[in-house]
């Protein structure tokens, strides 16, 4: 398990930090009915630097595995934009098709999320569930 929670650390470290590296690129993926795209992409980019940290600390591992759990939950809509504006554009069937299969794959990283906070100490804050 120290592995797989490692990875996932890495994972959204990394995702994090390019939120604020390239933050146009994730900005122009929001619906258009959100609005704040700046301030959201800095945000969530600073929950998923806050939450890869947070599950490797075992006090914090569950309440970090909460927050990426709803945190994968709401950037459902910008997936699903990608794949509209994919259609949209007319992308080539390929790329059509790894942004369906992004979506199963969101499900996918969410039980991954929860393996890793289910694992945390008794003692971890956030009551079990």
């Known amino acids: 398990m120290m592995a797989g929670r490692l990875l996932l650390a890495v994972f959204f470290v990394v ?16 619906p258009p009915w959100l609005g704040w795209h700046a301030q959201l992409v800095a945000i969530s980019g600073a929950c998923e630097i806050a939450g890869g940290i947070g599950v490797v600390v075992p006090r914090l591992r569950r309440a970090a595995g909460w927050g990426l759990i709803l945190l994968s939950i709401a950037v459902l809509p910008a997936n699903v934009q990608m794949l509209l504006d994919g259609l949209e554009a007319g992308r080539p069937a390929w790329q059509i098709g790894l942004l369906v299969l992004r979506l199963p794959l969101q499900a996918l990283l969410i039980w991954w999320i929860w393996r890793v906070a289910a ?10 569930t």
Request: charged share 15%; no cysteine; aromatic share 8%.
């Open 119 to 128: 694992s945390a100490e008794p003692g971890a804050l956030v009551l079990r």
């Open 15 to 30: 995702a994090g930090v390019l939120h604020f590296v390239l933050p146009d690129t994730y900005a122009k993926v929001m």
